[in-house]
């Protein structure tokens, strides 16, 4: 499975647009890229995912470069609630695996 | 909304003692996985299950587990005799069979505390 990184950690103001950077040099043409969250210990949540396309759903938007090689996970109104550990994900096989994901703090 | 359940919340067990974790998945999924957290560390797969068999294990999902189904809707984690180390967050996750389409849903997970 390719290799992601993230940044560490971020801070974002509640209401305000949540932009989560993921770089995938080594992904290849049949990986998928998935964002899962995870707040305070319960189970990762499913967030969206994408191959080419741009996509969005209720949750969030996810933009994928033209050349695959990076994307951004936007939270367009980011509420107190969206405070999780994002992880981004690429994979074509069957188990997830997790890194160390970004720490996000919405702040009021 | 269907969701993954397990049982119990939490779990505390003396060091050597048979665990058994259950898990509830969506109903018309049909692979199923095991996924553990040791606190403050990365979310990593243990074991995924289709067909009533494994299909891929960790190098963590030793002997000492075993996953069944025993009756067509739980999907249960034994853990036989039980290490310090063992102690975790355990989540279950299913998903339906969609193609090329992965997306897992978890459970809230069972805390195990082992003493």
């Known amino acids: 499975d390719a290799k992601t990184t993230q940044p560490t950690s971020m801070d974002c103001a509640e209401g305000r647009a949540a932009n989560l950077p993921c770089n995938h040099s080594?992904?290849?043409?049949?990986?998928?890229v998935y964002w899962y969250r995870q707040i305070h210990s319960q189970g990762p949540q499913y967030i969206i995912h994408g191959l080419k396309n741009n996509e969005t759903n209720e949750m969030a938007s996810l933009i994928i470069t033209e050349d695959r090689k990076s994307s951004t996970l936007i939270l367009p109104h980011a509420t107190l609630r969206d405070t999780a550990v994002y992880y981004c994900i690429v994979f074509n096989d069957y188990k997830l695996s997790f890194g160390a994901g970004t720490t996000v703090t919405v702040r009021a | 909304e269907p969701e993954v359940t397990q049982t119990p919340s939490h779990q505390v067990t003396q060091m050597g003692q048979e665990v058994i974790l259950r898990c509830v998945p969506i109903s018309n999924h049909l692979y199923f996985y095991w996924y553990r957290q040791i606190l403050g560390q990365k979310v990593e797969f243990l074991v995924s299950f289709y067909n009533n068999e494994i299909s891929e294990k960790s190098e963590i999902f030793d002997d000492q587990f075993s996953v069944e189904r025993p009756d067509g809707s739980n999907f249960t984690l034994k853990i036989r005799s039980t290490k310090l180390e063992d102690s975790a967050m355990y989540f279950c996750a299913s998903r339906r069979l969609a193609g090329l389409i992965y997306e897992q849903y978890f459970g809230p997970g069972t805390r195990l505390t082992v003493t």
């Open positions: 080594t992904i290849s043409g049949n990986e998928y």
